[in-house]
């Protein structure tokens, strides 16, 4: 697609619920992100994506947490039993490769929370 | 741990005239990247200029400029004849070079006074 697309763009679910976060990169982009932007916050890097494997998963704050990306495309980040800290806005990203040279292109974000 | 600290929640410029944002950074890796992005009320992160820390060369991307200073782990942003366009959250990121992370300052939000 034109640019990194990610559903839903708002969600709003009940405490102990489960939700899913997805993300549509850029086709052709290998590399994929996922941030989480607390209110007045800066970004905090969660997952990171190389084509279908993740080499570096030590953002995700707790096990209620998991991503996983198929085909080396669309990518789900799923919260399990969610809890009120849980609500902020997740930013998906993607670029060509990994490298700092190639430019990250961000979707809009999913706006979750959890009441 | 790497941190970056942005110390300006708001700047506010006149159309026209030229704003500066500031940024600091902690670390010590002596190679690295940093980064500022601009974030829109549509949320979506837009790469506004990047740095590399082994280059001492500030760089330049048309209204947009930096000041890179190394030894003082500076990187401020400088936008020359502000349009009301460049109105948005303005975030500083940095990024270790065997790393795939960005580390994010907590943003500045910058208004533009017609």
């Known amino acids: 697609g034109a640019g990194v697309s990610q559903s839903p763009s708002n969600k709003v679910t009940e405490k102990g619920k489960d939700v899913e976060l997805r993300c549509d990169p850029i086709?052709?982009?290998?590399?994929l992100y996922w941030y989480r932007q607390s209110l007045g916050q800066g970004l905090e890097f969660l997952i990171y994506f190389q084509g279908n494997s993740a080499p570096d998963k030590s953002g995700l704050p707790s096990d209620r947490f998991s991503a996983e990306r198929t085909g080396g495309s669309v990518s789900t980040l799923t919260i399990q039993r969610t809890q009120q800290e849980d609500s902020a806005v997740y930013l998906c990203?993607?670029?060509?490769?990994?490298?700092?040279?190639?430019?990250?292109?961000f979707g809009e974000g999913s706006w979750l929370t959890v009441v | 741990a790497q941190t970056v600290t942005q110390s300006q929640p708001e700047m506010s410029v006149q159309e026209a005239e030229t704003v500066t944002l500031s940024c600091t950074y902690d670390t010590s890796e002596s190679d690295y990247y940093l980064f500022w992005y601009k974030q829109p009320p549509s949320r979506q992160m837009i790469l506004v200029i990047r740095?590399?820390?082994?280059k001492q060369q500030n760089a330049t991307e048309n209204r947009f400029s930096v000041n890179f200073q190394k030894a003082a782990k500076s990187f401020s942003l400088k936008i020359s004849d502000s349009q009301l366009g460049d109105a948005a959250m303005y975030f500083c990121a940095y990024r270790k070079d065997s790393n795939y992370q960005l580390i994010w300052g907590a943003g500045t939000k910058l208004i533009i006074k017609p």
């Open positions: 990203a993607s670029s060509l490769g990994g490298s700092w040279t190639n430019t990250i292109y």
């Open positions: 740095q590399e820390a082994y």
């Open positions: 086709s052709g982009h290998t590399a």
